[in-house]
């Protein structure tokens, strides 16, 4: 598979995520860190840091998805569910989010472990999706990892507007036949609206998990068991 195929590469990451600019990110994160806890908004505070540093695009952002106040880390760290919790319940899943992130990490692109203890990615789909190689593995894992917790249903929450959402939800649908857990898909226009209103809440999505009830970290547990190489840029 070239790297242009691969879900998530980016054709400088040799680079920009070297030992070398890891030291400068790392640097650069910690001027960030002290702006947002002092109320700078982190994107803002992102563009200052990142001009003064001469980092790229993808630097920058890889800064803003791992970075998180002290606030926020205490509000995720206190709403975040144990594999425990999760028997005999019904979990929520940011399909995209969760889906997209997973076939990255079986792409061995680059992952971001980030502050608030999830995983994430630098794609940049844009409402463009397509099924590739991995997602009937990345949709496995998951299955097989509720089914580990003794999870009594889970409900898929698609987005109508990112194209291809009706194939991946045939494809979900054919994997779960055999599956002993009730399954729910939904093809929404405002996923994020819904699953922050919901609990037990699969997702890395910043904004849902502020303002979900409760979540689990499924993808770092997933990226844990299959030992993926995670980048810390902070």
Not at 28 to 56: C, M, Q, T
Not at 158 to 167: E, I, T
Request: hydrophobic content about 40%.
């Amino acid at each position: 598979m070239t790297n242009q195929l691969k879900r998530g590469g980016g054709v400088n990451d040799g680079r920009d995520f070297s030992a070398d600019s890891l030291m400068q990110l790392k640097k650069a994160a910690a001027h960030i860190r002290y702006l947002i806890n002092e109320g700078y908004d982190i994107k803002s505070a992102s563009v200052f840091v990142g001009n003064h540093f001469l980092l790229s695009e993808r630097q920058r952002l890889a800064l803003v998805r791992s970075i998180s106040t002290d606030e926020q880390l205490l509000l995720r760290g206190n709403k975040e569910c144990a594999a425990e919790a999760l028997c005999g319940e019904t979990v929520h899943i940011d399909g995209f989010n969760t889906i997209i992130t997973l076939e990255i990490a079986l792409c061995h692109s680059l992952l971001l472990e980030c502050m608030d203890g999830t995983v994430r990615d630098l794609a940049g789909l844009r409402g463009t999706y397509r099924l590739i190689d991995k997602t009937k593995e990345a949709v496995g894992m998951i299955a097989d990892t509720l089914e580990k917790f003794h999870v009594k249903k889970a409900v898929f929450y698609l987005d109508a507007p990112v194209s291809n959402s009706g194939r991946l939800k045939s494809l979900i649908a054919s994997m779960w036949e055999r599956r002993n857990m009730e399954l729910d898909i939904q093809v929404i226009p405002d996923v994020d609206k819904i699953l922050q209103e919901k609990s037990c809440v699969i997702t890395a999505d910043a904004i849902i998990l502020d303002k979900c009830k409760s979540w689990f970290n499924l993808v770092s547990h997933c990226a844990g068991r299959m030992g993926a190489d995670l980048v810390r840029v902070w």
